[in-house]
């Protein structure tokens, strides 16, 4: 900490020596010294007065995420955050006009929407990132700015998400189960919302898995919460800069954080992104008045340790749950390449024995997940090609399923159903007709789809020829079908 100066008498002139003739010069220069050692003195005090926050912080204990009274003074003292990444930016209404299209992105997680759980507000709108060993943990994210930390005092205590279920517990929250969660598993990138009670009051939290293998729910991270105004711990939710959800209207939403990433009028939601994977969304009232809240952050922790698959977890083996491709449409499932015949969803590794290589991949693929691949054989390249691992485990690459393939440019042989490449365009026109949509001709290509479609999936195929009206591209991707399988597969598993 500073050190204070010794008092000094300035108007005590006796350091300076008698046989140094007083022309005012050196009066002048002393009084620049004492000048220079005021200012530096007067800088420490300031510096001080700076680091009181932190040192009042740390007397409470603060830095450990949880616990009642943790930081609570930078929490509810903490100025509104910077916008845009560039320093301090006020926001006024005028600015608004200069900026009109600032909430015109969104980013598209249908995917992720697709297998999560919704928040109150109907939307998920960060997808959740899964452990990468060889980032060493969170990645360190330029974007965050807005809210900054993703933190808010519940219950009157202060958690910095993303925490532990054991955080939660072990500040009083106990978890609500109306049947058996204590045995749900969740999957890499999945989230569920579950409730817990504190003093007869209900806050829902935002659990999700960020290991590559299934979990446990109760071994997942507490990555935030989602709340309503009818929650009965609606009130005892602040958010940084001491906003209160059940007191805070819009006008007071801005003044703490700036203008938001997003802002719909017609439905009444703000949003605050925190980089990738968080952020605050909040929903208002005509009035203007909070009435739902998600705020979550979704990235790893940084001291986060990849646990094991739990122990006992036994499921089918990957050829009982695979489901027969839909045989309508000549869409069966089986493809062909210069090296033989395969069918859709057999494991990598067949094409690898008959002497493909992999020119690239990922060294393993998460449960539930998918990995792009591209391979060669020769002077062949098969550029699009995507794996699926149908399995509660982490899996290496040759071992996940085959659900996509493409060739381009007709850099290798590849057939399915009554197409494959080097067809002339009139023998795909007459193969083509009563499949699926299709057309001759579409933004000056040869083009032709056809698909299977579920309620969130399809299983689809692009066939394109070049100016020469031959077929140099095929692309068939099957969704549905993989999607199918890892369901059933999720069916099969059991817990001791």
């Known amino acids: 900490g500073p050190v204070p100066y010794p008092e000094q008498d300035l108007t005590d002139r006796s350091y300076i020596p008698d046989d140094i003739p007083d022309d005012g010069r050196n009066r002048r220069t002393a009084m620049m010294i004492l000048g220079g050692m005021g200012a530096i003195f007067l800088a420490l005090v300031l510096l001080l007065i700076a680091r009181l926050p932190a040192l009042i912080d740390s ?36 600015e608004e006009d200069e900026d009109e299209d600032y909430d015109s992105y969104v980013p598209d997680y249908s995917y992720f929407l697709s297998r999560m759980e919704y928040s109150p507000l109907e939307e998920v709108l960060f997808p959740v990132e899964i452990y990468d060993p060889e980032q060493g943990g969170k990645k360190a994210d330029p974007y965050r700015d807005g809210m900054e930390d993703c933190a808010a005092r519940i219950g009157g205590t202060l958690f910095d998400f993303p925490v532990e279920w054991e955080d939660l517990t072990r500040a009083g929250f106990e978890p609500v189960f109306s049947g058996e969660e204590e045995k749900i598993l969740l999957y890499p990138g999945e989230t569920r919302c579950q409730t817990f009670e504190k003093n007869g009051r209900q806050v829902r939290f935002q659990i999700c898995s960020h290991a590559r293998t299934a979990q446990l729910l109760q071994d997942c991270q507490v990555s935030g919460f989602t709340a309503e105004e009818t929650d009965s711990g609606f009130a005892d939710i602040v958010l940084p800069c001491g906003v209160s959800l059940s007191e805070a209207d819009r006008d007071a939403l801005k003044e703490a954080y700036g203008r938001p990433d997003s802002e719909r009028e017609e439905n009444g939601t703000l949003l605050w992104n925190q980089g990738e994977f968080g952020g605050c969304l909040i929903r208002l009232d005509e009035e203007e008045r909070v009435t739902a809240c998600s705020y979550m952050d979704f990235s790893v922790p940084a001291a986060y340790q990849e646990p094991a698959l739990p122990e006992g977890l036994v499921w089918e083996d990957e050829e009982a749950v695979l489901p027969d491709p839909p045989a309508e449409d000549g869409h069966d499932g089986v493809f062909r390449t210069s090296t033989g015949t395969y069918r859709v969803l057999q494991p990598l590794k067949v094409l690898l024995d008959d002497g493909w290589e992999i020119a690239y991949s990922e060294e393993d693929c998460p449960a539930g997940q998918r990995a792009w691949i591209s391979l060669k054989k020769g002077e062949e390249e098969m550029f699009s090609t995507e794996v699926m691992n149908i399995s509660p485990d982490l899996l290496p690459v040759e071992d996940c399923r085959i659900m996509e393939a493409g060739v381009y440019d007709g850099d290798a042989f590849l057939g399915i159903g009554p197409f494959e490449t080097g067809m002339d365009w009139e023998a795909v026109s007459a193969a083509g007709q009563g499949i699926g949509d299709y057309s001759s001709l579409e933004d000056g290509e040869l083009y032709l789809t056809y698909w299977h479609d579920t309620d969130y999936d399809a299983d689809y195929l692009n066939v394109s020829g070049d100016d020469e009206g031959t077929v140099d591209e095929i692309y068939f991707s099957f969704d549905a079908t993989a999607n199918a399988a890892m369901d059933r597969m999720r069916e099969s598993v059991r817990l001791p």
């Open 59 to 94: 007397s409470l204990g603060g830095g450990g995420g949880w616990g009642q009274g943790e930081g609570l003074f930078s929490f509810l003292t903490r100025e509104r955050p910077s916008y845009g990444g560039g320093g301090s930016v006020p926001w006024t209404e005028e």
